[in-house]
C-alpha cells in the first residue's frame, strides 16, 4: 500500500499549487449519490480526483460507476454504522490506493417542535447528521494520520448558527458539526490534516423541493437571501474542493458560510406554514 503525502504537509512554493495539486489524489464523499454530495463528486472527478461514493442509492452509484470507470466506486454505507465508516475508507484505499481527501456530506432532517418531537425522529436526525459525521471522520482521520495526512471537509450548515421552527434537532446536529470540526482540527494538525466545515442554507436539492415548491414558502425563504436565489449544488461543492486544495493550505478548523448573505438576515418565520 503507498503513503500518501497530504495536502497540508507542503509548505507555500513547495509542490504543486491550487487545484491542480488535486489531480491524481482520491476521495471519500459521503452522500455522494444526490444534492450536494453529488455536485461535489463531479467536481472532484473533474480535478482528476478518483472518488469513493458511501451513500444508500445503490442505482445511482452503480450509474455514476458505469459512466467513469474506473474513477468511481459506490458502497452501500450507513454513516450511523461504524463498520460501514470503516468499511468505506477501506475500499477507497484498496481500490485506489490511499486517501488524501474527504467529504462529509451525508445528513437529513425529521422536523418537529422541541415539545412534540418523538424522540425517534430526533435520534433519526442527530444521528445522521452527527454522529454520522463523527464515524467517517474518525475512520477517514485514522487512514490519513498513519499515511502523511490529508484534508476533510464537514457540510454543516448555516443552522449552525441560527435556528429555525422545527428545526431543534437538525440545528442542533449541525452545530455539532460545526464543534466536532473545530476539535478535529485542533487535534490533527499535528499529523498533516486539515479539518474544515462548510456552512450553506438553502440549496436546490431533492431535500429542499417539498419546501420551495410551496410559493409562499419559498417567497418567505427568498425575503430572507439578499441574492434572492436558493444556491445551486455546484456552488457548494466548488468551495468545498477549494478548501481541501493547496489554495486553502493554511485554512484549518475554518466555518465557511456558504449563505447568500443570509446569515446577515436573519431565518424565516415557518411557524405559521405548519
Known amino acids: 500500500m503507498r503513503r500518501r503525502s497530504g495536502v ?5 512554493g513547495q509542490g504543486e499549487k491550487g487545484l491542480a495539486s488535486l489531480s491524481g489524489k482520491s476521495a471519500v464523499v459521503t452522500g455522494g449519490a444526490s444534492g450536494i454530495g453529488y455536485a461535489i463528486v463531479q467536481k472532484l472527478l473533474e480535478q482528476g480526483v478518483s472518488v ?4 444508500l442509492n445503490e442505482e445511482k452509484m452503480k450509474e455514476l460507476e458505469k459512466g467513469h470507470g474506473g474513477k468511481v466506486i459506490g458502497v452501500v454505507t450507513d454513516v450511523t454504522k461504524e463498520e460501514d465508516a470503516e468499511e468505506l475508507v477501506r475500499q477507497a484505499v ?3 490506493g490511499g486517501l488524501d481527501y474527504a467529504f462529509n456530506v451525508a445528513g437529513a432532517s425529521r422536523p418537529g417542535t422541541v415539545t412534540e418531537q418523538s424522540e425517534e425522529d430526533w435520534d433519526f436526525t442527530v444521528n445522521l447528521c452527527l454522529k454520522g459525521v463523527f464515524l467517517s471522520q474518525k475512520h477517514e482521520a485514522k487512514y490519513m494520520k498513519e499515511h502523511g495526512g490529508g484534508a476533510i ?8 448558527h441560527v435556528p429555525m421552527f422545527y428545526g431543534a434537532a437538525y440545528s442542533s446536529a449541525k452545530a455539532g458539526v460545526e464543534m466536532l470540526t473545530k476539535n478535529a482540527a485542533l487535534e490533527l494538525a499535528q499529523y498533516g490534516i486539515r479539518v474544515n466545515a462548510i456552512l450553506p442554507e438553502l440549496v436546490s436539492t431533492p431535500l429542499t423541493k417539498e419546501l420551495t415548491d410551496v410559493e409562499a414558502i419559498n417567497a418567505a425563504y427568498m425575503d430572507r437571501i439578499p441574492m434572492r436565489r436558493p444556491a445551486e449544488p455546484a456552488e457548494i461543492a466548488g468551495p468545498s474542493v477549494f478548501l481541501v486544495s493547496e489554495e486553502a493550505s493554511y485554512v484549518n478548523g475554518a466555518s465557511l458560510l ?7 438576515s436573519g431565518y424565516p418565520d415557518l411557524s405559521r406554514f405548519m
Open 258 to 264: 456558504v449563505d447568500g448573505a443570509w446569515a446577515v
Open 52 to 55: 469513493a461514493i458511501g451513500d
Open 153 to 160: 471537509v464537514n457540510i454543516a450548515s448555516l443552522n449552525a
Open 8 to 12: 497540508c504537509s507542503q509548505h507555500p
Open 94 to 96: 484498496g481500490t485506489f
